[in-house]
């Protein structure tokens, strides 16, 4: 095995696993979301009448799990509200390709997008609200500086919003992506940037991996995220993040955690245990190293070109792509493990019996950090 880092273990962190099945109904999913939940978090640090934001995944309009299940969302919206939540605000500011956000104005439409994705209304009629960044206008985004010694040239430019809730949820999804290799909880951190702040980090494409874990210790979010649930009763197991092979296994789960590094970690396992079963053609195209290092790069350029003109697509910089997951190759969790107290030894929690015993033995071996790569 390849090591580009000695790594090391850091404290334990419980992550949560309950089943649920093919097409759940929604009363399957909240007791899903509910188990999962509580088997990692009593809600103790929410207080009655307190706001609550859910970040979502929508950065198309594209159904789930190309964006974040709404059943889920649903369900989350009802466990908050049913412990004391005064508030509960669902928001997001979609991608490059399907907006267009500059100082004078925006086109595209996120709201457009959720109502294409099937989250509009879902959303409303759980009693939440819904805030979509870019409706706020330019002015309406605020700078947080990430961690010390970060390859962020700037600050980051983060909504007004998150200044204004006491805490957050995030709501990701269990998808590869062709140009990050997987969007999972961390790499959602991206939808709440305002468009210069994805221009950077389009344009400095040689540390966008290492952009990613960064960009999620700026303070805000060290000091008001609370939880990370994924509903992956479905999974984006190919290209990504729009298009792919969609696995939908009789058995799928809801992933929690308070721990965002190991909340992906399980994920990330989840989403390879289905990527190795997708079809030979549907992956070829970034699996094969020689055309996936010049597909992520043709799009990276384009995405650039989007955000700052084609100054930029020209000007931007190498991306290097990796083409397998690889859980203890993937830059962005190996910044994230540095910048925050190591590899965490994962305690598995299913909250049923249903789970398969080889299944959580599969992944315990795969989140276990490999005696090999451990730093002394």
């Not at 190309?66 to 412990?83: F, G, Q």
């Not at 305002?194 to 950077?200: F, N, S």
């Not at 979010?221 to 290209?239: F, G, M, S």
Request: hydrophobic share 40%; aromatic share 6%.
């Amino acid at each position: 095995m390849k090591n580009p880092i000695d790594l090391r273990l850091g404290q334990s962190e419980t992550v949560s696993l309950s089943p649920v099945n093919r097409d759940p109904s929604p009363q399957d999913m909240d007791q899903a979301i509910r188990s999962a939940t509580f088997a990692v978090d009593q809600l103790d640090w929410l207080q009655r009448g307190d706001t609550v934001f859910i970040k979502p995944v929508l950065n198309s309009g594209k159904p789930y799990p190309s964006t974040t299940s709404p059943l889920a969302l649903t369900s989350m919206i009802r466990l908050l509200k049913e412990k004391g939540a005064g508030r509960v605000i669902v928001g997001d500011m979609s991608g490059v390709g399907h907006l267009d956000q500059r100082p004078e104005g925006c086109k595209g439409s996120s709201r457009k997008l959720a109502k294409s994705a099937g989250m509009l209304k879902p959303v409303l009629d759980a009693g939440a609200e819904w805030s979509f960044f870019e409706e706020a206008g330019w002015d309406s985004f605020y700078e947080e500086q990430p961690a010390p010694g970060s390859h962020w040239k700037r600050g980051i430019m983060l909504p007004n919003l998150l200044r204004e809730v006491d805490h957050i949820v995030s709501m990701p999804r269990c998808s590869r992506h062709a140009l990050l290799g997987n969007t999972l909880g961390i790499k959602s951190v991206v939808g709440y940037m305002r468009y210069d702040t994805r221009l950077e980090y389009h344009h400095a494409a040689k540390t966008i991996q290492e952009k990613t874990a960064e960009a999620n210790t700026v303070p805000t979010l060290l000091q008001k995220q609370r939880l990370v649930a994924t509903a992956a009763d479905k999974i984006l197991a190919t290209l990504g993040p729009d298009l792919g092979h969609v696995f939908a296994p009789q058995q799928g789960l809801v992933i929690a955690s308070r721990s965002m590094i190991a909340h992906d970690l399980v994920s990330l396992s989840w989403l390879m245990m289905h990527w190795h079963k997708a079809p030979w053609l549907n992956k070829q195209a970034l699996t094969d190293p020689s055309s996936s290092q010049f597909v992520s790069n043709m799009a990276n350029r384009v995405v650039a070109g989007i955000l700052g003109g084609w100054k930029y697509s020209f000007s931007a910089e190498t991306i290097k792509h990796s083409p397998l997951p690889d859980i203890w190759q993937d830059r962005t969790l190996i910044r994230a493990y540095e910048l925050m107290g190591g590899v965490p030894d994962i305690r598995l929690l299913p909250t049923q019996d249903g789970i398969p015993p080889q299944l959580l033995d599969e992944f315990a071996s795969m989140v276990a950090l490999p005696s090999e790569i451990r730093a002394a």
